[in-house]
């Protein structure tokens, strides 16, 4: 068994943003209540003429860049995305073809905000059979094309990027990578975040589109209180597992939903604030990119370093939930 590290984190933002001062000239809302019940500031949005795929691209690129390896070598490539540029080919397609990674096979992986997590244990479990050596996880979205914003209470809350994480085999020896992880999904939470229309059981008609049926629809409420549970529940039955303590984390790198679910999770856990990554102000929730946003982040600011034990940790509609066990290799 082969233990899978990360070797390269990328990013891609659009430019343009949305802020809550943007918000308050469009629906009743105002910055404080943003701010108090989210954490969110502003928000990037893609242009019209920019897809997932786009701006999965762009952040798959600097993974590569910053790794120094051509996207030739890349073997397989998994999207985790909820927005994908069209229902087929997979984004996955449109990003193996664009990038001119043409020995890589892959595909798209739906799990919602979870999805990232699941696409990285799911490269982990690649690299450690011995199948594959060199896989690419990118999670993007572009929630700016599911958001009504007509809904003040969930306008507010999405945006849109992408992160891309390279996945490697660890040295023969080495104290690097994947060390566990956990996940779990709870179908019958499905009603409490999704989008009603636009699959087989509700296609596209002229009345799926009056009613507003082809935006995200959630109960704030239920689902913040999952996410708490859920986050906090992982984070602990992977320590206890591998008999470790909150002492022992380095830095907890959670999906970026809400600063108030980040902050309850954190106290629960007894983990300080230095050591939870919250930067859900600058991005909102951009969903499968929040991860790798944070993970980036933390990189460039120097919160994350080689030897870290790191716990990611995530929620998403389905309902699901995951965690995961790193030490940080670089």
């Not at 308050?24 to 997932?52: C, L, M, S």
């Not at 050591?275 to 991005?283: A, H, L, Q």
């Amino acid at each position: 068994m082969h233990r899978a590290k990360i070797t390269a984190v990328g990013r891609y933002v659009p430019p343009g943003t949305l802020t809550n001062a943007d918000l308050e000239k469009t629906i009743d809302t105002n910055d404080d209540w943003i701010v108090t019940r989210t954490g969110i500031r502003t928000r990037h949005i893609a242009r019209p003429d920019q897809a997932t795929s786009d701006l999965a691209v762009e952040a798959a690129k600097e993974a590569l860049a910053r790794r120094g390896v051509d996207a030739s070598t890349v073997e397989v490539i998994i999207v985790c995305t909820v927005t994908p540029d069209m229902l087929f080919p997979s984004t996955a397609c449109l990003v193996q073809d664009r990038l001119g990674a043409k020995g890589a096979w892959g595909f798209d992986l739906v799990a919602a905000c979870s999805g990232l997590l699941y696409g990285l244990t799911t490269a982990a479990q690649m690299i450690a059979s011995g199948s594959q050596k060199r896989v690419l996880v990118i999670g993007a979205d572009t929630m700016s094309r599911i958001v009504d914003y007509e809904d003040r209470a969930t306008c507010v809350l999405f945006g849109d990027g992408a992160g891309a994480l390279l996945l490697e085999p660890a040295e023969e020896g080495e104290d690097a990578g994947l060390i566990d992880f956990q996940h779990e999904i709870d179908g019958s939470g499905g009603d409490y975040l999704y989008m009603p229309a636009g699959g087989s059981r509700h296609p596209a008609s002229h009345e799926t589109i009056d009613n507003r049926e082809h935006f995200v629809h959630q109960d704030g409420r239920q689902v913040y209180r999952y996410a708490v549970n859920k986050m906090h529940d992982v984070c602990r039955m992977l320590l206890d597992r591998n008999g470790l303590t909150i002492a022992d984390v380095d830095l907890l790198i959670p999906h970026q939903a809400n600063a108030r679910i980040i902050g309850a999770v954190a106290e629960r856990l007894g983990l300080p604030d230095e050591k939870t990554v919250i930067n859900i102000g600058d991005y909102g929730n951009t969903t499968g990119g929040t991860i790798p946003l944070a993970t980036h982040d933390s990189l460039a600011q120097g919160r994350l370093k080689k030897g870290d034990l790191v716990l990611m940790a995530a929620v998403g509609a389905g309902l699901t939930a995951g965690g995961a066990l790193w030490r940080w290799g670089y």
